[in-house]
């Protein structure tokens, strides 16, 4: 009797490890490695685009700034009839805009700023650091999509594993549902004893479910962070080998954050940015200095020089102008300082940023050896059962079971794995060494 039990035994194991075998076959051959998976995000992901479209428009106002270092020059023409000087409507420039009420003119203007006591020379340096802000939170941008690559990465190869041992637990119940129904047969074991395998069975195909779904989110997060709109129907990701490292002392982690991490070197940039923008507010309380000359044709009756050429000199101070001035200037001077505030709490953040992915990452580190340690007895355990099998002192179930336990200690330990890589990655992020 025990002879045709464990035949059957064996059969029915055998079975499901078919089915599970067809149940593991990737849908395609399609692999992705995380290094790929990063390519694929900073290529495709839109916000590391708008930035780098947000860094070109900067560039365009850095243009439009220094424009104002080189002198403007127009053409301008028109023909008017009737009362004198009502042409300034047209808003022509130079000899165009003769006074004259009957008169055609056509003239080439050129105006130049000669002095503006620093308008033009802040408000250009105003928009290059701007431009640097922008600069750096590209980098910024691009540390946190590699980032979220990463941990979504391996997410997926921690809930495949989750996945995968939940598949061999229902491979368990099944078998352990199929011997209760044998030794119902035999009259060894009770109607509740069948019960029972059910409910356990029935309980483990639920997990396999939930798994499954925690999977295909994970996979779509995935996704999501390389910025995939068609991502292929199944892909296989590749394992990396993981080391662990010493991650260095907190003190020189936090030294590094607090110097390169991109968005305090953004901060800085726009606190330069804020500054100069201060002190083109006050330059706006001195006087505009400015240079015009126009010259062309106009139908006077007689063509003289001086009726064909313009030139002149202008100054423009401003006297009272409603506090506009005074309080555009305390505006910028508020911009600074709440600047400054902005950078300090941001300083604090990061801080706070290192210590906790520090402490995170000496965790899964403590972590990993004792996951590790438990594969180890776990193996031990295995060997006992199938010198206990070998010799009647053990059933298959026993044996499947003991098996089983030393899939779900492995997987924990690759978990934990994973996991280690993910708080690496995230201490590296919080220093700045993601680029």
Known sequence: MKLSIA??????????????????????????????????????HPQFLRAQIEVEAAEARIIQARSRFFPLIDLGGGAKQGLSGAGTALGLKGLAASPFPDDMAISANITQTLYD?????????????ELAYLKESVSARRAQIILKVIQAYFKVLQDRETQGVSR?????????????????RNQLKSQLDVRRAEINFSRAQLKLDRASHKLEQA???????????????????????????NPGSLKELLAEALEGRAELSAMRAQIEATKYWLKKAESERYPNLKAALSIGWANFANLSL??????GLGIQLPIFLGNLLSGNIEEARQDVERTNSINKELANDVRL???????????????????????????????????RYRVDLADFVEFTTSETTLRAAESDHMQALYNYKIKEAELKYAVGRLK
């Open 168 to 184: 061999e637990i229902v491979k368990e119940k099944r078998l352990m549902l199929k011997q209760s129904k044998i030794f119902f």
């Open 219 to 245: 996979l779509a997060g995935l996704e999501n962070a390389m910025g995939l709109k068609d991502p292929p129907s199944s892909y296989v990701l590749e394992k990396p080998k993981i080391e662990v490292g």
């Open 117 to 129: 006591f620093g308008r033009t020379k802040f408000g250009t340096k105003a928009r290059r650091f």
């Open 7 to 44: 035949i059957t035994l064996l059969a029915l194991s055998g079975f499901g490890q078919t089915a599970l075998g067809q149940e593991n076959l990737p849908l395609s051959t399609n692999t992705l490695s995380i290094h790929e998976a990063i390519e694929l995000g900073l290529a495709n």
């Open 353 to 387: 940023q290192v210590k906790k992915a520090y402490n995170d990452l000496l965790s899964s580190q403590e972590s990993v050896v004792v996951n590790q340690a438990i594969t180890k007895q776990a193996q031990e355990a295995v060997k006992l059962a199938r010198a």
């Open 306 to 311: 001086d009726k064909l050429l313009f030139g």
